[in-house]
């Protein structure tokens, strides 16, 4: 298991009003950091940058110069790849991986609506428009026991594989409350420290 830590922020970048996300990953030390910007008017990435402990190297990608920088050694192979798929990443207008937190809670939901949203994970490639279907509601519980009923939306990718995304959207606030990811055999949960596990 591993813990997840997400920070959301207010601040300013380049004379704009954004929302900083910042997410640590860790195992027993720190193995993945990343700090991405939002834009607060458009909701569009205006900065992002990651750094992974096996690589030893950071990527930051810049969308309004549309240019890639690295800190650390990198090497050749790793430098064109990173080159290649990030020059894809950068082209147009899209959102990203890492504003779900912001985006999921002002959808307007209704039960059975389908959303298609393009999103990117920068530096993997071009994006992609996916779809987040409303399959129903549920009420989970806090630590207190209080009950909070959710909006439950499902992402499943292209037909033939099993993988699958479940996330529990608060009806009252749309906070993203609960996420269950099964991605290649493995599942992976992401939860508000104020929600019971399951």
Same mark, same amino acid.
């Given at each position: ?34 700090? =991405?910007?939002?834009? @607060? ?7 992002? &940058?990651?750094?992974?402990?096996? !690589?030893?190297?950071? #990527? ?53 609506? =389908?959303?298609?949203? @393009? ?7 071009? &994006?992609?428009?996916?779809?987040? !279907?409303?399959?129903? #509601? ?61």
């Amino acid at each position: 298991m591993f813990l997840l830590n997400t920070y959301i922020t207010q601040g300013k970048y380049s004379n704009k009003d954004v929302y900083s996300v910042e997410e640590r990953w860790e195992l027993d030390t720190i193995f993945y950091t990343s700090l =991405t910007l939002f834009s @607060k008017l458009s909701f569009s990435t205006l900065y992002h &940058s990651y750094w992974w402990k096996d !690589t030893g190297y950071r #990527t930051d990608y810049d969308f309004e110069k549309r240019s890639i920088n690295y800190e650390g050694d990198v090497n050749d192979s790793s430098f064109e790849t990173n080159c290649a798929e990030g020059q894809a990443s950068v082209k147009g207008y899209e959102y990203n991986h890492y504003s779900d937190l912001l985006i999921f809670p002002i959808l307007p939901y209704r039960l059975h609506r =389908t959303f298609l949203i @393009k999103f990117n994970d920068p530096g993997y490639g071009k &994006s992609q428009v996916l779809e987040y !279907t409303v399959a129903g #509601t549920e009420n989970i519980k806090t630590c207190s026991g209080k009950l909070l009923r959710c909006w439950i939306i499902e992402h499943k990718p292209i037909s033939g594989f099993n993988d699958y995304q479940k996330f529990w959207i608060s009806a009252d606030t749309g906070e993203v409350l609960r996420q269950l990811d099964y991605l290649g055999s493995m599942y992976r949960y992401r939860v508000k420290l104020m929600i019971h596990p399951w």
